[in-house]
Each structure stands twice: as C-alpha cells, then as structure tokens.
C-alpha cells in the first residue's frame, strides 16, 4: 500500500521539519553542525578577539574533532578569512593536554590537530592557537605569541531551543528581565512566585560566560545596578538555588563583601562587575531576572580542579593553580612563625579567555605580597586586607617572603575569572 508508506514520509519530514527548525542562533551567528558561529573579519589580538566575543556571553571557536576541524574551516573561508584564533590556550611545548578550552570544557588531549613540534610556548612562540584555512598549513594549528599577531577570528555560542515567545533566549533557557514584565520589581517571594508562573525560577548561574551573558542584557539599562538572583541562604554561607541546580559548581560571591548576617539571605549581581553579594530579600525594589528552561536541563560542565597537595592549604610553590581558587601563606593563621622563615612562589593561570582577580580577602604581614605579570612587571605590591588585583594576562605570579617575625598571621587570597 503507498498510502500509508506515503504518510510515515510525511509525518516524518513534519518531525523532522520541527527538529530543524526549534533550534536558533543568537543574531548575527550562523549554526554550523551543533554550534553557532559568527566571522569577524576586524584583525585583532587573542586578548581583543576575546573580548570581543565574551561581550554578549561568547568565546573564541572551539574545536573538538576531525570533522569540527574541517567544518569550521569551510566556515571561514566562506566568510572570506584565511585565518582564525582558537578559543585554547597551551601552557607547555608538545603537550596537547596541557591546552585548556576557554570555556573550561577541557583539554585538547583527545583531539588536536597542531602542526608537527606544535604546541611551542617558550621564546619567540607563544601559549595563543591559531589555524589557517589556506596555505601549506591549511587546518592545521599553530602557536603563537598572544599579542603580538592580529588576525580575524570566529565567535562561538551556543546553539539554543527556539521559542517565538522569548526575548532573550541563551543555552537553552530564556531569560525574563523583570523590567519588561508588568511588575517591574519585588521581593524575594514575589519575584519568585512571578517567575514560577512562566514555568521558570529566578536566575541561577554556572559559568562565567553565563555572567558575561547575562551582564550584556543589562548594558544598556543604567538604571538598574544590581538584580536580584535566585539564591538563598540554607545555613550559614551556604547557598541553594531555587531551581534545584547545584551551587557548588560555580560561585562568583564577592570575596571582599562582609559576610552574610540573618538579614541578608538572598544574592544580588552587580551587573558591570558580575559579582554576587549578599542583601535583604525583603527589599521592595530589587529588580530581578527570571530563567525558565526550554528543553531537557543540559548536564553542568564539569571543573577542572587545581592540582596542588590537597593536603597543603597554602599551596607554597604550586606552578599551575587553576581559577577559580585560593591559596594562603605557608602556615597561614598560625602567630608562631615558621624556622626559617618562608619563601613562597605561586603562578595561577586560567583559561585564555579570562583574565584574572585576586581578592586580597586577609591581610597581616611584614612584608608585602608581590603580583607579577606574566612577563615579569611588577603589577602590584599588596599590604592591607580588601584589596584586589587584576591581571593583564591569563597567568599571574605572586611571591612572598615571611618576615619570620611573630604576630602576622599571613594573608589569604581568592581568585576568580574576571
Ligand atoms: C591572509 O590574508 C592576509 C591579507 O590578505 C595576508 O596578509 C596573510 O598573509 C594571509 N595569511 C595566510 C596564512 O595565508
Ligand atoms: C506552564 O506549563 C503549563 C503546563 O505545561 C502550561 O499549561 C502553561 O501554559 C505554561 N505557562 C506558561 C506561562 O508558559
Ligand atoms: C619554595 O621555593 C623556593 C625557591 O625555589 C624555596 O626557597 C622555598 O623553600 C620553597 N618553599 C617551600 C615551602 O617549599
């Protein structure tokens, strides 16, 4: 019988029809396989490329196989450039598994596709990938210093579920600005029961290219400063999100800000620097945003995790100590100094896409706390408690020398992705 033959083909080409057609891109991305992707054709530094694409919750182009690799490259020349940044940065020479993706994905140790003695990091090369799509080394990566090329690159974000009703639609959620719905602020309960009526919560946050995302729906709206997101306190310092997501996995509090008191059980962003503090969730005029899922929740990324001596707090000369994270002086509390007295290194790197913040949470010392830049200037010579310090780069030394005088009780440090 054709007929019913006929009719599977329908019903098919309509399911597959609604398939192809519930995924979108952001404005501007074109999708490529499972991604979007966007060509810009401005030559620019790793760093500018990087801003340029982190500014509405981007990053540099991945690419995590042979077929990803071609389909990419098909991408740019069609857009008309023979070259683009990657978003992966190496720390070591011939070490693919010592790159990391700048959206903490991973490394390249399963797949790469550098040209042979590639990575190189030490002298006239560099820790910043790029591939040409022409050449004798069409497809291939290469490693060079971060800011001494420019060139064009490719963006990239992620694909998201369509939804016609959705103004701000990211990763597979959409999200609602309270200041374009008919009740503009509230208080906790109220903001929450508004965003459990368009079947969502309030926000919850896992990444940093979510804050990035996130501070680019505000950047026009000077009026509002800070918003209010769906954390609360459970316990003293520890926070659950509304929507059940884990808080464990990510968390951009304010190092800086005073702690928590019974009064302040909810979290605010700052919406230019992205951080979280802590506030009253009584407050009538706390602007908020809503996130409600469009399909399946998609897995948490997972972490990469530092890979100094659980067993050491300070981590004294650890040579990669991964962002986020915090490290202390050698024997960090004690009054009783150590004999003789202490000399501690730190380099803290992160992913190329971020530059770093120290947040001097602790401070009674001696001597000052040296911050250097990864090629060795001087950034800063930290002394008193709340200071914070950015880097220029993704890497960043510290030194310290205790005095082995008695009665500092050292310093503490935490570092996020700034
Ligand atoms: C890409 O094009 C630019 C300008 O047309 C040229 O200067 C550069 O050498 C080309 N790069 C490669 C790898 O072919
Ligand atoms: C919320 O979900 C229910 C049940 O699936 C649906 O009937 C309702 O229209 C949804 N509300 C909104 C605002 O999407
Ligand atoms: C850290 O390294 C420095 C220089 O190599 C060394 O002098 C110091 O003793 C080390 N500190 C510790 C606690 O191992």
């Not at 519930?22 to 030559?43: H, R, W």
């Not at 109220?190 to 804050?211: P, T, W």
């Not at 897995?299 to 000369?317: G, R, V």
């Not at 200037?377 to 082995?404: D, H, L, P, T, W």
Request: with cysteine; aromatic share 12%.
């Amino acid at each position: 019988m054709i007929f019913p033959k006929l009719m599977k083909f329908t019903i098919f080409a309509l399911l597959f029809g609604i398939i192809h057609c519930s995924s979108v891109c952001p404005d501007g991305y074109a999708m490529v396989l499972d991604k979007c992707l966007m060509a810009i054709k401005n030559p620019m530094t790793h760093s500018q490329a990087e801003t340029a694409c982190t500014y509405t919750g981007g990053t540099l182009v991945n690419i995590k196989s042979a077929i990803e690799n071609r389909a990419v490259s098909q991408f740019a020349s069609n857009s008309g450039i023979n070259q683009t940044w990657i978003g992966l940065f190496c720390f070591d020479n011939k070490n693919p598994s010592k790159c990391f993706y700048d959206d903490y994905s991973g490394t390249s140790a399963l797949y790469d596709n550098f040209a042979s003695g590639y990575p190189m990091v030490d002298g006239i090369y560099g820790g910043c990938v790029y591939t040409s799509t022409s050449g004798s080394l069409a497809g291939r990566w290469v490693s060079v210093k971060c800011e001494a090329e420019s060139m064009p690159f490719i963006c990239e974000m992620p694909i998201s579920t369509y939804d016609a009703s959705c103004p701000h639609n990211y990763n597979d959620f959409c999200y609602l600005k309270s200041s374009e719905m008919p009740i503009a602020t509230g208080k906790f309960g109220d903001a929450l029961k508004i965003c459990e009526a368009q079947n969502g919560s309030l926000v919850s946050i896992h990444s940093k290219r979510e804050i990035d995302y996130i501070k680019s729906l505000y950047r026009d709206q000077t009026s509002i400063r800070t918003i209010l997101i769906g954390a609360q306190l459970v316990l003293p310092n520890l926070y659950s999100w509304t929507d059940g997501s884990n808080f464990e996995s990510f968390d951009y509090r304010d190092p800086l800000s005073s702690a928590s008191n019974n009064d302040n059980k909810c979290l605010f962003m700052d919406i230019s620097s992205g951080l979280w503090s802590s506030g009253t969730c009584d407050y009538i005029g706390s602007s908020f945003l809503c996130k409600i899922p469009l399909s399946v929740v998609p897995t948490p990324q997972s972490e990469i995790l530092s890979e100094s001596n659980p067993s050491d707090f300070s981590k004294c000369n650890t040579t990669f100590l991964m962002a986020p994270g915090e490290f202390t002086s050698y024997g960090y509390l004690s009054t009783d100094p150590a004999e003789p007295p202490v000399y501690c290194t730190w380099k803290i790197v992160t992913t190329g896409a971020y530059k770093m913040r120290l947040f001097f949470t602790d401070v009674n010392t001696y001597n000052p706390i040296y911050v250097y830049a990864e090629n060795g200037n001087e950034i800063e010579r930290v002394r008193y408690s709340s200071s914070s310090v950015i880097s220029r780069s993704n890497i960043v030394n510290v030194a310290f020398q205790a005095s082995g005088r008695p009665g500092y009780t050292g310093f503490k440090a935490v570092v996020l992705a700034y």
